[in-house]
């Protein structure tokens, strides 16, 4: 996780989205009626750094960011500002050639297989064509690294020729992860890629990664709502809460001893079985909108905690242990 050797290293990267007006705006506009054009702030100031062969989890609740910044590492976004380097170069900087060798290096796999699967491919042709338009290989060489990528990801050879209906989630989900492998990564970036799957199907999925983890010595940013599903397959563990990262830690030391009241209340949801009587409290309140981030502390209409000082003045990221770092004023505070 150290900022000189991370594979992967964001410094202070922001993204913002102007909203665009809809078309009953724009005719209102017309007559003269002023356009609200507020600005979705989905990232904000994110420092990250990823070694090589580090698995991060990066959790929080829906419309917190978290996707957005999957999208910034994995290339498919450039940043309003701030600097994403891979293997120490900055991206931004590079030609177009180191560009696209960069972003087959970081592969990205996505919640739901099947939308990101052509209905209408065959699993031989959705698997080998990135390798095909990037000339990674030609003639049967390509079918070659389809049968391989397939047979990594526990699937038999004798599916290439389905196509994607055919298949189960789970097995969708494989297909997904073989057309990643088979451009021969580095980096995968995985957005909630067990969330649409059955539990049981989910651990599957899951010891999957940590397979290819151990056999290829992938990085992983592992995005997901659910911090129970990041607990067994990640070193570093970032909580992200209205586009911020308010903690990160290794991952047994967020479990052990969460900082972050929006932490230690995201521990509290995930069922176990010594409180099977327990009803879980879920948090309280929604997530503000990121068109208009609340003043301070974003987590203070939320917070049970909460200070004066939280509306007025937002919390720095602050060392509470080695590796730890937490962004609340109770660690600054009597
Ligand atoms: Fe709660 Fe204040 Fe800490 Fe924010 S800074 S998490 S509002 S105690």
Redesign the pocket.
């Known amino acids: 996780m150290s900022a000189s050797s991370g594979l992967l290293t964001l410094a202070g990267v922001t993204k913002r989205f102007e909203r665009q007006p809809d078309v009953a705006e724009r005719l209102l506009a017309a007559f003269g009626r002023p356009i609200d054009r507020r600005t979705v702030h989905a990232v904000t100031d994110v420092d990250l750094s990823i070694d090589q062969g580090s698995v991060v989890g990066l959790v929080g609740e829906s419309g917190c960011g978290k996707s957005t910044l999957g999208r910034l590492v994995s290339g498919l976004l450039r940043p309003s500002s701030g600097v994403v380097t891979y293997a120490g170069q900055d991206i931004a900087e590079m030609t177009a050639r180191e560009r696209v060798a960069t972003t087959l290096k970081i592969q990205m796999i996505f919640q739901d297989p099947f939308a990101s699967l052509n209905p209408r491919h065959r699993v031989r042709r959705i698997v080998g064509e990135a390798v095909r338009v990037h000339g990674l290989a030609a003639g049967r060489e390509v079918g070659e690294r389809v049968d391989r990528a397939l047979a990594e990801v526990g699937l038999d050879g004798s599916y290439r020729d389905r196509y994607p209906h055919e298949f189960s989630g789970g097995q969708r989900q494989r297909i997904g992860i073989a057309r990643a492998l088979a451009v021969e990564p580095m980096f995968l970036v995985c957005d909630e890629p067990v969330a649409a799957l059955d539990v049981s199907i989910q651990a599957q999925v899951i010891n999957l990664f940590m397979d290819l983890r151990d056999r290829r010595g992938l990085t992983y940013l592992f995005i997901s709502h659910d911090l129970s599903v990041v607990r067994h397959i990640s070193d570093v563990v970032a909580i992200m809460y209205l586009g911020r990262i308010v903690e990160l830690a290794p991952s047994a030391e967020i479990f052990a001893r969460a900082n972050?009241?929006?932490t230690q209340a995201l521990v509290e949801e995930i069922p176990r079985l010594d409180r099977r009587r327990q009803r879980f409290s879920a948090i309280k309140g929604e997530l503000p909108s990121p068109l208009a981030p609340p003043p301070g502390?974003a987590?203070?209409p939320r917070?049970p905690?909460?200070?004066p000082?939280?509306r007025e003045e937002r919390?720095a990221l602050l060392a509470v242990a080695p590796g730890h770092t937490s962004?609340?004023?109770?660690n600054t505070t009597g």
């Open positions: 972050h009241p929006y502390c987590f203070h917070c905690h909460a200070m000082i939280c919390p962004a609340c004023h109770l």
